[in-house]
């Protein structure tokens, strides 16, 4: 079993910073990919980003590209999203995610946190 718990979020405005963190625990971290995922109230589950384990290639969303930074610290068992110039179309719950394999596919996630809610005010 994988725990992941996310911090970091609040209300920020447009054009400002956010850092994510998601803590994990239970089986080893560094044996999984890491994504970040977003629900905007009355909307489907959106992929944001996801880094690989080992070799750590990143993919992101069209939306977020050259905005959000995904990165992990397997020796902290930590994943961050970056995320600036935020937009309020950035207002969501974000959830991080663990997978065995890199995938912008939900369902194939076997891990996720409970979300943390970010708030952007235009």
């Known amino acids: 079993q994988v725990q992941l718990v996310e911090s970091g979020g609040g209300l920020v405005q447009a054009g400002g910073s956010l850092r994510l963190s998601c803590a994990a625990s239970g089986r080893t971290f560094s044996s999984y990919a890491m994504g970040w995922f977003r629900q905007a109230p009355g909307k489907e589950r959106e992929f944001v980003a996801v880094?690989?384990?080992?070799?750590?290639?990143?993919n992101y969303a069209d939306s977020v590209k050259d905005r959000f930074t995904i990165s992990r610290d397997d020796a902290k068992n930590t994943v961050y999203l970056q995320m600036n110039s935020l937009k309020p179309e950035d207002t969501a719950v974000y959830y991080c995610?663990?997978?065995?394999?890199?995938?912008?596919?939900?369902?194939?996630?076997?891990?996720w946190g409970q979300g943390t809610q970010v708030t952007v005010s235009s």
């Open positions: 995610a663990a997978t065995p394999f890199p995938t912008t596919n939900g369902k194939a996630y076997n891990y």
């Open positions: 880094i690989s384990r080992g070799s750590g290639s990143t």
